[in-house]
């Protein structure tokens, strides 16, 4: 994090401080590859050292905050944390079974720089699990011949060949 002091306005300063960020993201994963993720300087003194995977993440933070301060002195929109969206239901365990299967399947894990479901955070996870349950659902409704039937005590109508519910159309 960059102390305020240093911090000056406008779109020149911030595109500098951004390119400085991304050098020192740069020169964290650099170290990573050379050295291994759990290895640190052994020239810091012990009560400062962190990890190689630490001092990423602090980099990739500043990143953000970088872009963040650059976006703004540009005017530009600041970007958006992930967020699941009110009204879009969490994924279930059999989402994330499936999501699970299908990122660490053989055809996927081919694909260059494809990244392994254990490598992703908890967000990553469920961002994939909601597209894949979301793409399964469009492919499902796309070749069914829904039979829509009212649900005993529930405002939605239910599908008895494929299992889908949708609300009524008002």
């Known amino acids: 994090m960059t102390d305020p002091r240093y911090m000056r306005p406008g779109v020149?300063?911030?595109?500098?401080?951004?390119?400085?960020?991304?050098?020192?993201?740069?020169?964290?994963l650099g170290k990573s590859i050379r050295w291994g993720r759990s290895?640190?300087?052994p020239e810091v003194p012990a009560d400062q050292r962190e990890t190689n995977?630490?001092?990423?993440e602090r980099e990739i933070d500043d990143v953000l905050e970088a872009i963040e301060n650059y976006r703004r002195e540009a005017g530009h929109k600041p970007v958006k944390a992930m967020k699941l969206s009110s009204g879009v239901p969490r994924p279930t365990d059999e989402d994330f079974r499936l999501a699970h299967a299908i990122v660490d399947s053989d055809p996927v894990l081919r694909i260059y720089a494809a990244t392994e479901w254990d490598c992703l955070n908890d967000d990553g996870k469920t961002w994939l699990a909601v597209i894949i349950r979301e793409a399964r659902n469009h492919l499902i409704m796309a070749?069914?011949?829904?039979?829509?039937r009212p649900r005993p005590f529930h405002l939605d109508l239910h599908c008895s060949k494929c299992g889908l519910d949708r609300k009524p159309r008002a």
Not at 53 to 56: M, V
Not at 143 to 148: A, M, V
Request: net charge negative; with cysteine; hydrophobic share 45%.
């Open 53 to 56: 995977a630490d001092w990423i």
């Open 12 to 28: 020149d300063f911030a595109t500098g401080k951004l390119v400085e960020e991304l050098g020192e993201l740069q020169a964290a």
């Open 143 to 148: 070749t069914c011949q829904h039979d829509w």
């Open 39 to 41: 290895s640190f300087n």
